[in-house]
T-cell receptor
Framework: GNSVTQMEGPVTLSEEAFLTINCTYTATGYPSLFWYVQYPGEGLQLLLKATKADDKGSNKGFEATYRKETTSFHLEKGSVQVSDSAVYFCALRKNRDDKIIFGKGTRLHILP | GAGVSQSPRYKVAKRGQDVALRCDPISGHVSLFWYQQALGQGPEFLTYFQNEAQLDKSGLPSDRFFAERPEGSVSTLKIQRTQQEDSAVYLC??????????????FGAGSRLTVL
């Protein structure tokens, strides 16, 4: 079946460090891929998305590229801030009317 | 409304009690999803509506869980005879189906259920 695997946390970095959170997926066909973020005390928010191979999603300095050959959608940011501390979820959706399948989440702590 | 509204935000129930959780989606959103998020885990799909039709209920963990959306707008998730393992945050999300591309789900803040 369809699934998402992401690196376990917590991930702890110093401010201005480079961030990578790995995500790989298993799915037939060409799913859409997402990163969602959950800030402390808040609901899930869409961070970025990509709908086809080689697409790059970007938002708030975060980027992720849809790699069909490696079935990956790794999240990156060049210089993290304390305000980026949150839980990040990688997710996929087979088609526009289907459910979103989430990974288990990666908690990120950024130290000042 | 401006966002997806869920109520109650917090619910404490004694084991064996029935609970009802409400979701008010964004006005005009056709699709509505319910998810269950246990502590420290990712959201797990429960069920999906398109308008009033429940198209997928494969994620409901047992027959104690029941969801409805009778008029294609507000939805209620009901859990009968609650058990401690039902303790979780229940998330509702809605979207408007686009002809192409990835529909974006907008999530509510969730209803945190604690079963004692």
């Amino acid at each position: 079946g369809n699934s998402v695997t992401q690196m376990e946390g917590p991930v702890t970095l110093s401010e201005e460090a480079f961030l990578t959170i790995n995500c790989t997926y298993t799915a037939t066909g060409y799913p859409s891929l997402f990163w969602y973020v959950q800030y402390p005390g808040e609901g899930l928010q869409l961070l970025l998305k990509a709908t086809k191979a080689d697409d790059k999603g970007s938002n708030k300095g975060f980027e992720a590229t849809y790699r069909k050959e490696t079935t990956s959608f790794h999240l990156e940011k060049g210089s993290v801030q304390v305000s980026d501390s949150a839980v990040y979820f990688c997710a996929l959706r087979k088609n526009r009317d289907d459910k979103i399948i989430f990974g288990k989440g990666t908690r990120l702590h950024i130290l000042p | 409304g401006a966002g997806v509204s869920q109520s109650p935000r917090y619910k404490v129930a004694k084991r064996g009690q029935d609970v009802a959780l409400r979701c008010d989606p964004i006005s005009g959103h056709v699709s509505l999803f319910w998810y269950q998020q246990a502590l420290g885990q990712g959201p797990e799909f429960l069920t999906y509506f398109q308008n009033e039709a429940q198209l997928d209920k494969s994620g409901l963990p047992s027959d104690r869980f029941f969801a409805e959306r009778p008029e294609g707008s507000v939805s209620t998730l009901k859990i009968q005879r609650t058990q401690q393992e039902d303790s979780a945050v229940y998330l509702c999300a809605s979207s408007f189906p686009l002809r192409s591309g990835a529909n974006v789900l907008t999530f509510g803040a969730g209803s945190r259920l604690t079963v004692l």
